[in-house]
């Protein structure tokens, strides 16, 4: 199978291209890259040096089976009719077709939406909680890093309605690899190094997408307090919820329905009671982990959960849409446990 990468040289890209040289159906993959065209992909990523991975493209796309489109918000869809209509599955790990409304991406992203009249097409890719919905489907909208960690908490507790809806706190924390390859102040090392900072506070971007699908869940409209943090490390994602359960729920009622839920899945574990999530449980796999308890003297649940931003937050999560969106083993190519220490 033929398989191509938009975006090949940013780090979503770079650890598509690393679970993608080892999966066994691709046998030919092509690299597009804007920015760096002609150059050998080794030559930007000198840890590939022997592997023969290829020469970036220019973006000229050939025919192909797979396309991941890791691009910045509004390059993907102005080109994903095109795509389509050649036969090639799309799987787009930026925000173009996350939301159900042109008007609300609009909003949040302050552009035009290039595409309105795929966003009915296309199918929301967070495989534990949708997985017959993105089943042989050709347009997968890859969920943000932030929204899988948090529905993967919430969404079964809200779907059993063991959760009050009127009060929902996500206080999350990122590596600075979550805000891409690209150069700005805020992540150079001497604005990162030794700090830690909240940004995006009541405005970050994700949090429609994560409003939309928890209203979806509990079925009627909520919003939620999101407040996203920048921590000093590379990569990893830990995510604390606080919410206040519905009457005369207890926390074994919440832990049960996490069972029900993921009982079968492989790639997430419900950690047992006192052990709590950390982001080296996950750091360079496709793993998430999850932990609660019932405060009892607030009534409040507290969830954490903990993933890896670039795998189970974007790369990982996109293979294993490929796989589902093929008919191959949803767990191809993504077996590898975290790196520990």
């Not at 700090?195 to 409003?211: D, L, M, Q």
């Amino acid at each position: 199978m033929k398989v191509g990468i938009l975006g090949a040289t940013g780090y979503a890209g770079q650890e598509l291209v690393r679970l993608l040289h080892r999966h066994e159906e691709v046998k030919e993959l092509y690299l597009g890259s804007s920015s760096v065209a002609g150059e050998d992909y080794e030559t930007v990523y000198p840890h590939w040096l022997g592997q023969n991975i290829g020469i970036l493209q220019d973006e000229n796309i050939p025919d192909m089976d797979v396309l991941f489109c890791a691009l910045p918000h509004g390059l993907t869809a102005e080109r994903t009719s095109a795509f389509l209509a050649r036969g090639i599955k799309v799987i787009d790990l930026g925000a173009d077709f996350r939301l159900n409304s042109a008007e609300i991406y609009e909003e949040w992203y302050k552009i035009k939406h290039p595409a309105p009249e795929l966003l009915k097409d296309a199918v929301y890719g967070l495989p534990e909680l949708y997985r017959e919905k993105i089943q042989g489907q050709s347009l997968i909208a890859n969920p943000g890093c932030y929204p899988t960690a948090t529905l993967l908490a919430l969404v079964p507790l809200l779907r059993k309605q063991l959760l009050q809806t009127g009060y929902l706190i996500i206080d999350a924390k990122s590596g600075v690899s979550g805000a891409g390859r690209g150069v700005s102040l805020g992540t150079h090392y001497g604005e990162v190094n030794e700090n830690f900072k909240a940004y995006g506070v009541a405005s970050h971007r994700h949090t429609p997408e994560i409003e939309q699908e928890l209203s979806r869940a509990a079925g009627l409209p909520l919003t939620v307090n999101f407040t996203p943090h920048l921590v000093p490390m590379t990569r990893g994602m830990l995510v604390t919820i606080y919410a206040k359960v519905s009457e005369g729920v207890q926390e074994e009622d919440l832990r049960s329905c996490w069972l029900d839920q993921y009982k079968e899945e492989e790639f997430i574990h419900l950690l047992p009671p006192g052990t709590w999530p950390q982001t080296k449980f996950s750091s360079g796999s496709n793993h998430a982990f999850l932990q609660l308890t019932l405060d009892k003297r607030t009534g409040n649940s507290v969830i954490v959960t903990t993933i890896d931003n670039l795998l189970k937050g974007a790369a990982g999560q996109a293979v294993q849409n490929m796989n589902l969106a093929m008919g191959w083993p949803e767990a191809q190519g993504l077996k590898a446990t975290a790196l520990w220490p």
